[in-house]
């Protein structure tokens, strides 16, 4: 059983584009991310949910919307998209901070391309 | 300001030796978690082993062990007796108590395992 499922793994579109990128998780825990991989490897958090309440919102361009219709899924949706935004995204979930050790399980990622 | 440090961007072992991979941190909270994550050629993130900022011993998980000098603000990686499946990318990150979970990553270390 896949613990962190993303779909697409490959995502290839062109400019001015809106792309979904979807996240699920079957582990039960409560909080959900979205990071970003950049070329040359380093991750960045974008986004932070927990039960469906957006935590964490890092500097990131109002062109990506997160959406989280249960504690289960954490969905990102990206407008109008730039060359910029290609990367590689991963969606990731933990237990609650308060619940001590807090290790993340990330989905296999979702490599954009935008041409 | 960077908060994870690791000075190593690549290395080479030879199969069967132990590697250390270095790791130095940046938090003013007392509360905070440490995180090996491997991320082999692949792409998907793997979780490796963790280490608590109250943690008395150091953690251990298979050929895994965390160097954690907390004075230091260091936390190597050590991967006993090298295998050729261990050559990946390795990211150090951080946790630090307030921050709903959100993990800092430092830039990674490519490790090349040789026969």
């Known amino acids: 059983d896949t613990a962190v499922s993303q779909t697409p793994k490959y995502l290839v579109t062109q400019m001015g584009n809106d792309k979904s990128i979807k996240c699920e998780q079957n582990l039960g825990h409560d909080t959900m991310y979205w990071y970003k991989q950049d070329s040359k490897k380093f991750l960045k958090i974008m986004f932070s949910y927990n039960n469906k309440e957006l935590i964490i919102n890092e500097t990131v361009p109002n062109r990506f919307s997160p959406k989280s219709p249960d504690k289960a899924h954490l969905n990102l949706h990206i407008n109008s998209l730039e060359l910029g935004d290609s990367a590689v995204y991963f969606c990731?979930?933990?237990?609650?901070?308060?619940?001590?050790?807090?290790?993340?399980?990330f989905g296999q990622g979702t490599r954009l391309t935008v041409v | 300001a960077q908060k994870i440090t690791q000075t190593q961007p690549g290395m080479f072992v030879q199969e069967k030796e132990a590697v250390t991979l270095d790791c130095t941190y940046d938090?003013?909270?007392?509360?905070?978690?440490l995180f090996w994550y491997k991320q082999p050629s692949s792409g998907e993130m793997i979780f490796l082993i963790y280490?608590?900022?109250?943690?008395?011993q150091n953690a251990t998980e298979g050929r895994y062990s965390l160097n954690f000098q907390k004075a230091r603000k260091s936390a190597n990686l050590v991967i006993s007796a090298s295998q050729l499946g261990d050559s990946a990318m390795y990211f150090c990150a951080m946790r630090e108590g307030v921050s709903w979970g959100k993990l800092q990553f430092g830039a990674g270390t490519q490790v090349v395992v040789t026969p």
């Open positions: 280490q608590g900022s109250y943690d008395q």
């Open positions: 990731a979930s933990s237990q609650s901070p308060d619940r001590g050790n807090t290790e993340a399980f």
């Open positions: 938090t003013s909270d007392p509360s905070y978690g």
